[in-house]
């Protein structure tokens, strides 16, 4: 499968935002991956609607949308229309009735369905959503901040979780070219990653070495 890289907003300096967007396209990013948070679902408040908006004015890249928020059925029309290209529930946050409203509304709306979970969660969770979604992002450290490091328990979910799911599999959280190299051989192929790209010195290496 292809590599795709993310590149999650939440490390970019948010005073040039689109300075940023633009940086990170250029050193080849695939997709920009955008932190809501909520300060329910996880102890950290982030970027809104109002924020994607101006985000999918700045870059063609496709908008990565994860939602870290409680009861994310009320807000999905509202990130939808802001410009979402995929939006991600977590599994945390929705019965299966739920997921399954929700992805009728995405594929009305061409916009891809991921659905998450965190380290905690295990794998049996959200195998009856496996049917319904377009992909699967494995949390490698607990959400709500940047910068965190990566938990290896996330390698075994990965491969369990490639050997019987063929499509995307995104990982998020704690990923480096370290990293990286374990959960592509686990296999996930799709990376997020903000700290190692943002805090790079040169970006486009960060984003080779990932890849
Ligand atoms: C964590 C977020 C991640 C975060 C990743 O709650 O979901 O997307 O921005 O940041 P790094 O790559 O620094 O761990
Ligand atoms: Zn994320």
Known sequence: MKIKIAASILSADFSKLG???????????????????????????????????????STPLALDVHLMIQNPAKYVEVFVNAGSDMITVHIETVSLKGLQAIAKRLKRRKVKLGISLNPGTHLAKIKPALGIVDFVLVMSVNPGFGGQVFMPKAINKIRQLRAIFAKDIAVDGGINSATAKLVKQAGANILVAGSYIFGAKNIKQAINSLR
């Open 19 to 57: 300075v940023e967007l633009k940086k990170v396209k250029l050193a080849g990013a695939d997709l920009i991956h955008v932190d809501v948070m909520d300060g329910h679902f996880v102890p950290n408040i982030t970027i809104g609607p109002e924020v994607v908006k101006f985000m999918r004015q």
